[in-house]
């Protein structure tokens, strides 16, 4: 099993940052060691045995702190264990059924060998940042469509695949 697990983030809103929060909350209570920072704050990714990176969608696209963190530690990426996750879509589309990654990120999960991805519902509540997001707020179509159960399950998962590595067979 890995030393420690960073768990990253690229958000606009604070809603992705609370699913990597729950992710390594859950990782910690299994018994593995996780932090979480933002993409944005990464410098390095050796000091981790295995990282999970969460990016928000805008507009079809991930993040571009999270796409950023990828594609300047590809390499460090390739050598541990990854998974990614999305959060976004604005209904319940994400909780009923299985989402694919968008293109961007799906390159990223054969490039990388990543162990896999899950799109998980966004959150775009009053007070939001940016003129767009302000407008879907105001239309009525905002909310909070996070699956606490199912990211906590999806992280049990990860800690499961991890712990069992540290196993001696």
């Not at 050796?46 to 969608?57: F, K, R």
């Not at 940016?130 to 049990?156: L, N, Q």
Request: net charge positive; proline share 6%; glycine share 10%.
């Amino acid at each position: 099993m890995p030393a420690s697990v960073l768990v990253a983030y690229g958000t606009k809103n604070g809603s992705t940052a609370r699913i990597a929060e729950a992710v390594a909350d859950v990782l910690r209570k299994e018994g593995v060691t996780a932090e979480t920072a933002p993409a944005a704050t990464v410098s390095d990714v050796t000091p981790y045995g295995a990282v999970v990176i969460g990016g928000a969608l805008y507009a079809g696209h991930w993040h571009r702190d999270a796409r950023r963190l990828l594609r300047r530690h590809r390499r460090d990426l390739a050598e541990r264990p990854l998974w990614l996750f999305s959060s976004g879509p604005l209904d319940a589309s994400a909780s009923e059924r299985d989402i694919p990654p968008v293109p961007g990120v799906r390159r990223a999960l054969t490039r990388l060998d990543a162990r896999g991805h899950v799109t998980f519902g966004g959150c775009l509540e009053e007070g939001a940042k940016g003129r767009m997001a302000r407008m879907i707020v105001r239309s009525g179509k905002g909310g909070d469509f996070r699956d606490f159960p199912a990211i906590e399950a999806w992280a049990a998962r990860i800690a499961d695949e991890l712990l069992k590595e540290r196993k001696p067979t």
